[in-house]
């Protein structure tokens, strides 16, 4: 009896990790990162190889100034050779908006607008000038009202404008002609606040779907049953994309963080694959489940070299 037992866990493990692995990945690469894949060839080739290892196929690359330099408007050739190469490899590229270094969580605010204009813009005209091949496949918006020291006191203003700004995103995407898919990563407790906008109350995680074609869930758990798990918190998100005909990718964290439950970078690699396939396998028959997301690229490649580390 005790041998049964051990095959039939043996072949739920073997089926879970399937539902993981086919899943689609995808990999927030910040400033650094992605700077530097795109003017060391041989850094671009390492990443492409790793990436292609772990079964990750959608990156999103970081698209916008760093350090007093935005390659996308000085050196646009850099993005299309390395898209171009991307593609030759099977792998798609969403433009990354939203850094730590701008502060892009001011975007939101009336006097940032502009610059949070702008910056999706160039994404659209790159992808204009470009050649099929050249061009992303998406825009991935990273910008965070909810960091913002005036959250406290002005979080239902800071989210009015939060989705005022991601229906003026979707305005330009639509005036360009463009197909591209374009999402935010929203943090999972969204659902729990509800807003009054454009003369409809509902919950703030509806309004940014109902505006996007995707969302990348924040779903910052340890593990993927309970009430406080992965499953759980994407639950609604996932019920109304499905409803909503959008797509939810459901991300994951893992470095450091202050709090153990946010983060597997206590754990490891099995561990993780271990809750994804939970995760996968729960959602198998939702049809707005996209992918996996990973935060983030450095991150990750450091974890793993912590529990592999090279000979």
């Known amino acids: 009896m005790k041998n049964r037992a051990l095959i039939v866990m043996g072949l739920l493990l073997s089926l879970g990790t399937a539902f993981a692995a086919s899943a689609e990945r995808a990999v927030w690469i910040w400033e650094k990162d992605s700077y530097e894949m795109l003017e060391d060839t041989a850094a671009a080739k390492n990443a492409i190889t790793f ?154 995680s509806e309004h940014v779907q109902d505006i996007y074609d995707y969302v990348a869930l924040m779903d910052y758990r340890d593990h993927a049953d309970g009430g406080d798990g992965i499953i759980s918190h994407a639950a609604d998100e996932m019920k109304y994309a499905g409803l909503a005909k959008r797509k939810v990718v459901i991300g994951v964290e893992v470095t450091p963080n202050e709090i153990q439950k946010v983060s597997f970078n206590h754990l490891t690699e099995p561990d993780m694959e271990r809750e994804l396939a939970l995760t996968a396998k729960a959602n198998r028959r939702e049809p707005a489940f996209a992918e996996f997301a990973i935060h983030h690229f450095s991150g990750y490649r450091k974890w793993l070299e912590r529990d592999h580390p090279k000979e």
């Open 51 to 204: 990436l292609r290892s772990k079964k990750i196929g959608t990156l999103y690359l970081y698209a916008d100034a760093f350090k007093d330099r935005n390659l996308l408007e000085s050196r646009p050739e850099l993005y299309r050779q390395f898209l171009r190469r991307l593609h030759r490899h099977g792998l798609r590229a969403h433009a990354l908006l939203g850094s730590a270094y701008l502060h892009t969580e001011e975007y939101v605010l009336p006097e940032r607008r502009k610059d949070a204009m702008a910056m999706f813009q160039r994404v659209l005209t790159y992808n204009t000038t470009a050649k099929p091949e050249e061009r992303f496949d998406g825009i991935s918006l990273d910008i965070e009202p909810h960091i913002l020291d005036l959250w406290p006191e002005r979080k239902t203003q800071l989210l009015l404008q939060f989705l005022d700004l991601g229906q003026s995103f979707m305005e330009l995407k639509i005036k360009s002609g463009q197909s591209l898919m374009v999402g935010p990563a929203i943090p999972f407790w969204l659902d729990g606040i509800e807003l009054e906008w454009n003369g409809l109350s509902k919950p703030v």
